[in-house]
């Protein structure tokens, strides 16, 4: 399948998991991939993964949580492809406990990661994908509705 050809895409907490399966079909279906993610040995191994399957790949280390580094990896994406056509915001750290004993730092950063990250790539990405009638996707999960985990405030 090449229906990507000649497509750029970034995908944030593409060293592992979720994040690292997006980044495999993309590159699959044709696109060139800025692999985004805190970890530069976890981004090697997908870059290399990619390019050992004949696509195309960047890493890119980042920690989404710093505004500067969101605006630097869409920069270094953009540079590298000439484009940028999709925007996945996968990465998010999570943080689990009771209501009265969470810690707010980890609260914090799950903040920081997930939804404010999602705004601060998504406006970073923007004036890129609006040129090239890109597409942005936003991972969710499904804990939200999970009523197996009463008491659990995150």
Avoid: Y
């Avoid at 979720?18 to 981004?43: E, M, P």
């Avoid at 630097?72 to 406990?97: H, K, M, P, Y």
């Avoid at 197996?148 to 995150?154: E, H, N, S, V």
């Amino acid at each position: 399948m090449t229906e990507l050809k000649d497509k750029a895409a970034l995908v944030t907490g593409a060293g592992q998991g979720v994040g690292q399966g997006i980044a495999f079909a993309l590159a699959a279906r044709g696109a060139a991939v800025a692999v985004v993610g805190r970890t530069g040995k976890k981004l090697d191994d997908t870059v290399a993964e990619i390019e050992r399957r004949g696509g195309a790949a960047l890493k890119i280390v980042c920690d989404v949580k710093q505004p500067e580094e969101v605006v630097a990896a869409v920069a270094a994406a953009f540079e590298a492809f000439d484009r940028l056509d999709i925007l996945v915001n996968n990465a998010q750290e999570f943080c689990f406990g009771s209501i009265d004993e969470i810690a707010l730092d980890l609260v914090d950063a799950g903040w920081r990661s997930g939804p404010l990250a999602t705004l601060l790539m998504m406006r970073a990405a923007h004036p890129h994908l609006a040129k090239a009638g890109g597409a942005i996707v936003n991972v969710g999960s499904s804990a939200a509705v999970d009523t197996a985990i009463a008491g659990i405030g995150i």
